[in-house]
């Protein structure tokens, strides 16, 4: 089958919309372009070193979203990065940023749904946090308009990190002399806001990315063999008869956009998803499409988890979802023989990629 560049086609799945981090394209498989942060606007920044953010091969150095109030800088990515895996930075010490995504499973956390202090479980899956550097809204119902408001929104969550305000977390860091000192020297300020947490983890957040996947390497003429022929005849289904780029489009397999599947509406669980944002009718029950890259380590699927395989999902698709009063109209039934799912799932299985590897916890935090 001869391939056609997936980073043109691929739009996302109309069977993936589930209910979940470092440069720019180079057109290399081994490397990638640089993308240096803007110089910071306050004088204590200036002085800091430019992050040069490596986009894997596969991705697009124009899709790169880096607030001009929030430049890259080395110190900052690293604050952030201590920030994101520190669980000081909870009511009780137990959960970080990290707790929820972990590099293991995508960025995600392997459950249904995430687990918070004192073992409260939430009502959604952890979103994959990787790539978020190509987004704007942020949640699978999109009420954070950017990345920094992201960043912040679970320290008040009462089931996630607990603190009663941001008021509270703040006060409780600025016992920690480590942290003042670092905030000083990133912000220029003798206090921390949470403000400038936000920049901080959202700056981390943004070096960790996805690409070079074997998909990419073959369908943009890197490697002919890099993927097996089932997987080359789904990814032939996946752009046609299966219509996953009805959703799933584009280099990073998301049309950034939400629709509703049905999830919920056979079995009376019904979330109302970005409705509760907009209050708009149109949308309840949507949720975002997610990213499909890396999506064979992301199990279970869907916002709420429901779902314990990619064959299952398939599946669920295939069927048209759950027919409800508000489901979007691209969800219909695909007709896919057994042997057409499977290559699917093969073709799936190949956007497994590199980038994020190296964002590990900190070997010490400040004290």
Not at 144 to 150: I, M, R, V
Not at 236 to 262: I, P, V, Y
């Amino acid at each position: 089958m001869k391939s056609r560049k997936l980073r043109i086609s691929i739009s996302v799945c109309v069977f993936m919309v589930f209910g979940l981090l470092m440069g720019l394209p180079s057109g290399e498989a081994e490397g990638g372009k640089e993308v240096v942060g803007e110089k910071p606007a306050q004088a204590a920044q200036t002085a800091q070193g430019e992050y040069k953010l490596k986009i894997p091969f596969g991705l697009e150095e124009t899709a790169v979203v880096i607030p001009a109030d929030n430049p890259l800088t080395k110190e900052k990515v690293e604050l952030g990065r201590m920030l994101f895996f520190d669980k000081r930075l909870s009511q009780d010490n137990t959960i970080a940023c990290a707790s929820c995504h972990l590099a293991k499973f995508a960025f995600t956390d392997g459950k249904p749904v995430s687990t918070g202090i004192r073992g409260q479980k939430g009502g959604r899956s952890a979103p994959a946090s990787f790539n978020r550097v190509f987004s704007s809204v942020q949640f699978w119902d999109g009420r954070a308009a950017t990345l920094e408001e992201q960043s912040v929104g679970p320290f008040t969550n009462p089931i996630e990190h607990g603190f009663a305000n941001h008021d509270v977390m703040v006060a409780k860091m600025m016992k920690i002399a480590g942290y003042r000192k670092l905030f000083k020297q990133v912000f220029g300020e003798d206090t921390i806001t949470i403000d400038n947490v936000g920049k901080a983890i959202a700056s981390f957040q943004r070096t960790v990315l996805s690409g070079n996947s074997p998909a990419d390497r073959f369908d943009m003429g890197q490697e002919e063999g890099a993927i097996s022929p089932a997987a080359q005849h789904g990814l032939l289904l996946f752009r046609e008869k299966a219509r996953c780029t009805k959703c799933h489009s584009g280099f990073n397999f998301t049309d950034e956009k939400f629709h509703n599947l049905g999830i919920g509406w056979d079995d009376n669980k019904v979330d109302l998803g970005r409705y509760m944002v907009t209050k708009n009718p149109e949308e309840i029950n949507a949720f975002k499409t997610p990213t499909l890259r890396e999506i064979a380590r992301s199990a279970p699927y869907m916002h709420d988890g429901r779902f314990k395989t990619l064959e299952d999902v398939v599946n669920f698709y295939n069927k048209g979802g759950v027919k409800n009063p508000h489901q979007d109209n691209l969800i219909i039934p695909l007709e896919l023989t057994e042997e057409e799912k499977h290559d699917l799932v093969e073709f799936l299985h190949t956007l497994n990629g590199e980038g994020w590897q190296q964002a590990k916890a900190p070997t010490s935090f400040p004290k």
